[in-house]
């Protein structure tokens, strides 16, 4: 696995209600608000005309799933349009891999008729008893919901949040592989039978093994949180994973207070009257990366920098691979557009492999020793960063790092937890 991950958080019910987070190691597990098991049981005798899901999530930020209630079925849609992202496969092929329509439907009520829009939905019974991923963040998304105690199947074993790690290491959650390496274990999912397994999709053939899951008689859904174009977006994501869960009350709760401190912030760097000027690029001697148009070309101007190397387009660029960290980019652009920047944003630990200082010195921010990787939160010893975790899910923590880099009068007394210098 590569360095490029985030670690979880969990929140303590005192700090909620004073409407800040706790920014220490997030270990404690969530005690409040979780839902009762009684609300997990199955409805004893339906009656139409109830409301089954009292607690309802809104979407205000994701572009790229949504959601509706209907008394006791939720529909779930996915739709990344072809252009979206930058796919290196035709528009036929794309749109196979990135529709689809699941209709949730509360245990022990009836399936509605799978006609108009509905017609050949997938029906998934809600709330799923338990829950795999192939993916961290999407673990991370089953904690933060509440649900952990239901977490039976991770990617594998290179995960930063301790609570979800150890839950792996007393073998109450079985590794079924992670999404970048390939199409999960169906053999380890028919041995646990999840009630839904989440599958983190990025092409058409990774997008193929939600449909071989469900051929084998499983609930699977697909996830595409990384293509969304804003770091709020993609935290959003949450709320799918809820939904699945019947823990909408516990993700709103969270989601509320990670949007609230992301968007106050935000608000306040933005209007800061200077500009930083930044890149974000990472690579080697000859194969280089640049987030351009990406999700961190917008947390950089969220912290109230500019970033040299931004474009119009495209969120995020997909190859058969899976989303790479930026696009390709060559060294003598990093240098052309780049030379003027004051701080350089690399998800590389250190500076070796890169070309000699005679090239790279002609970087303002690399020659005045300003370049930080976003990994100090890691345990390289087992493979894990933080990075792909809460990284994704609590970019108002990230948020928080950049401005205090880049506006220090902003968040004087803040410590960085993501960000360091390379080399640390």
């Known amino acids: ?34 839902p009762d098991q009684a609300a997990l049981a199955c409805v004893d005798g339906f009656d139409p005309a109830v409301d089954y899901f009292p607690d309802k999530v809104e979407i205000r930020h994701a572009e790229y799933f949504s959601v509706s209630y209907h008394g006791h079925y939720k529909v779930v849609q996915i ?27 509360r245990c022990g009520t009836p399936t509605p008729p799978l006609e108009g829009a509905l017609a050949g939905a997938a029906v998934i019974t809600t709330p799923a008893p338990s829950v795999a991923v192939n993916d961290d963040f999407l673990a991370l998304g089953v904690r933060m919901s509440g649900a952990l105690d239901r977490l039976v199947g991770v990617g594998g074993e290179g995960i930063y949040d301790t609570l979800v790690d150890a839950r792996r290491r007393d073998g109450l959650a079985v590794p079924i592989g992670y999404s970048f390496h390939g199409p999960p274990r169906l053999e380890v999912l028919l041995r646990v039978e999840p009630g839904i397994t989440l599958l983190h999709t990025s092409s058409a053939e990774t997008a193929g093994s939600v449909q071989r899951v469900r051929d084998l008689g499983l609930a699977a859904a697909p996830a595409f949180n990384w293509a969304e174009s804003t770091p709020l977006g993609g935290a959003e994501w949450l709320k799918y994973v ?11 709760r969270v ?17 800061a009257a200077r500009k930083p000027t930044v890149i974000w690029a ?14 961190g070309n917008r947390l950089l101007s969220d912290a109230g920098a500019l970033n040299l190397l931004a474009e119009e387009g495209a969120a995020a660029a997909v190859g058969a691979g899976g989303p790479y960290e930026g696009e390709p980019f060559s060294l003598e652009a990093l240098i052309e557009k780049g030379a ?43 493979d894990a960063y933080d990075w792909f975790e809460s990284g994704r899910l609590r970019p108002d923590i990230l948020l928080r790092d950049f401005v205090s880099l880049f506006h220090p009068e902003l968040l004087p007394d803040h410590e960085l937890e993501h960000l360091a210098p390379i080399g640390r």
């Not at 490029?4 to 005690?31: K, Q």
């Not at 989601?255 to 209007?271: K, N, V």
């Not at 070796?352 to 005045?368: C, F, K, M, Q, T």
């Open 79 to 105: 739709s990344v349009p072809f252009g979206a992202v930058d796919v290196r496969v035709d528009s036929v092929s794309w749109d196979m891999a990135s529709t689809d329509v699941m209709v949730l439907v």
């Open 282 to 295: 990472q690579g080697g001697r000859s194969a280089w990366t640049a987030h351009v148009r990406s999700i």
């Open 242 to 252: 809820a939904v699945f869960l019947g823990a909408e009350a516990e993700a709103n």
């Open 1 to 34: 696995m590569t360095a490029t991950r985030f670690e979880p958080i969990t929140v303590v019910l005192t700090l909620l209600l004073a409407g800040s987070w706790a920014c220490s190691p997030f270990e404690e597990p969530i005690t409040e608000g979780l």
């Open 340 to 382: 003027e920047a004051e701080w350089w944003i690399t998800y590389n630990l250190n500076d070796e492999g890169w070309p000699s200082r005679v090239y790279l010195d002609e970087i303002r921010a690399y020659r005045e020793g300003r370049v930080y990787h976003h990994n100090l939160r890691r345990r390289e010893a087992d």
């Open 255 to 271: 989601f509320d207070t990670i949007e609230a401190d992301y968007l106050a912030l935000s608000e306040r760097a933005r209007a």
